[in-house]
C-alpha cells in the first residue's frame, strides 16, 4: 500500500507531488484519527487514514529543509524517542524541516499526572521547561552566569523560542481557580508538589534561524 523512502518512513505514493507544494506547508504531525482541516495530516498507521504516513522515529524526515511554516504535535512527542539520540533526532529534524519564524505547537499530558503515567507508550516526559534549553540566547546566559543547565540549544544546534504557554488543570482545581477559591499562591504550590493538578501542557514555539 506505501513504499519506503530512503530513512524516511513509509510514505504514500499518492501523496509524493504534497512534499513539493510550494504553498504553505503545515504539518499534524501524529495525527492519530485529530485530523485538521489544511494541514498535511501525518501518522505511522495507515489505519488512521492519514494524508500522509511516515514514522518519525525513522531519520531524517522526508521533508525538505526550510520547507514548513507550521507543526502540531497534539499528545505526540511523549511517545517518541525512548532512546536519547533518537529523541534529540526529532528535535534536529523538526528545526531543519522549519522554516525562519515557523510556529510549532505541541501539546503533552504533564507528568505528574495520571494520564501520563498510566500509558504504557508514553516513553518520556516532556515539560514546559525542557523546551527552554533548546533557546541559545538562554544557553549562552547559563554558561555566562555559570548555571549548570545542559545547553542543548548549542549542542544540538537548533533554536527554538518559547512565545506562549497554556496549561489545562484537573479537577477539582480547574473550578477552584476560575471560582477564586484558591490562591494564585497555593494553587502554584499545588501544581508543583501535588500530582493530578496539571492535566496537559500546551508550548508554542517559533523557530529562530539567521
Same mark, same amino acid.
Given at each position: 500500500?506505501?513504499?519506503?523512502?530512503?530513512?524516511?518512513?513509509? @510514505?504514500? $505514493?499518492?501523496?509524493?507531488?504534497?512534499?513539493?507544494?510550494?504553498?504553505?506547508?503545515?504539518?499534524?504531525?501524529?495525527?492519530?484519527?485529530?485530523?485538521?482541516?489544511?494541514?498535511?495530516? @501525518? =501518522?505511522?498507521?495507515?489505519?488512521?487514514?492519514?494524508?500522509? @504516513?511516515? !514514522?518519525?522515529?525513522?531519520?531524517? /524526515?522526508? /521533508?525538505?529543509?526550510?520547507? @514548513? !511554516?507550521?507543526?502540531?504535535?497534539?499528545?505526540? #512527542?511523549?511517545?517518541?524517542?525512548?532512546?536519547?539520540?533518537?529523541?534529540?533526532?526529532?528535535? *534536529?529534524?523538526?528545526?531543519?524541516?522549519?522554516?525562519?519564524?515557523?510556529?510549532?505547537?505541541?501539546?503533552?499530558?504533564?507528568?505528574?499526572?495520571? =494520564?501520563?503515567?498510566? =500509558?504504557?507508550?508514553?516513553?518520556? $516526559?516532556?515539560?514546559? +521547561?525542557?523546551?527552554?534549553?533548546?533557546?541559545?540566547?538562554?544557553?549562552?546566559? /547559563?554558561?555566562?552566569?555559570?548555571?549548570?543547565?545542559?545547553?542543548?540549544? #548549542?549542542?544540538? +544546534?537548533? !533554536?527554538?523560542?518559547?512565545?506562549?504557554?497554556?496549561?489545562?488543570?484537573?479537577?477539582?482545581?480547574?473550578?477552584?481557580?476560575?471560582?477564586?477559591?484558591?490562591?494564585?499562591?497555593?494553587?502554584?504550590?499545588?501544581?508543583?508538589?501535588?500530582?493530578?493538578?496539571? *492535566?496537559?501542557?500546551?508550548?508554542?514555539?517559533?523557530?529562530?534561524?539567521?
Amino acid at each position: 500500500m506505501w513504499r519506503r523512502v530512503a530513512g524516511g518512513g513509509a @510514505v504514500m $505514493p499518492a501523496n509524493k507531488a504534497r512534499l513539493r507544494e510550494p504553498n504553505v506547508m503545515k504539518l499534524n504531525l501524529g495525527c492519530g484519527l485529530r485530523k485538521l482541516e489544511g494541514y498535511l495530516n @501525518v =501518522d505511522k498507521f495507515a489505519e488512521c487514514d492519514p494524508d500522509f @504516513v511516515a !514514522d518519525l522515529e525513522l531519520l531524517p /524526515w522526508p /521533508w525538505e529543509e526550510n520547507s @514548513v !511554516d507550521e507543526v502540531v504535535m497534539r499528545h505526540v #512527542l511523549e511517545h517518541l524517542g525512548e532512546r536519547n539520540e533518537i529523541y534529540l533526532g526529532i528535535l *534536529k529534524e523538526l528545526y531543519r524541516v522549519c522554516r525562519p519564524g515557523a510556529r510549532i505547537t505541541i501539546t503533552v499530558p504533564h507528568p505528574n499526572h495520571d =494520564d501520563y503515567m498510566t =500509558d504504557p507508550t508514553h516513553v518520556r $516526559p516532556v515539560t514546559v +521547561d525542557s523546551f527552554q534549553l533548546l533557546s541559545k540566547s538562554n544557553c549562552r546566559e /547559563w554558561q555566562e552566569k555559570g548555571i549548570g543547565n545542559t545547553p542543548l540549544g #548549542l549542542y544540538l +544546534d537548533v !533554536d527554538f523560542e518559547i512565545v506562549g504557554t497554556q496549561i489545562v488543570l484537573d479537577e477539582p482545581w480547574g473550578t477552584r481557580h476560575t471560582e477564586g477559591t484558591i490562591s494564585e499562591q497555593d494553587l502554584a504550590f499545588a501544581m508543583r508538589h501535588h500530582l493530578n493538578v496539571i *492535566k496537559e501542557t500546551t508550548s508554542t514555539l517559533t523557530v529562530v534561524k539567521n
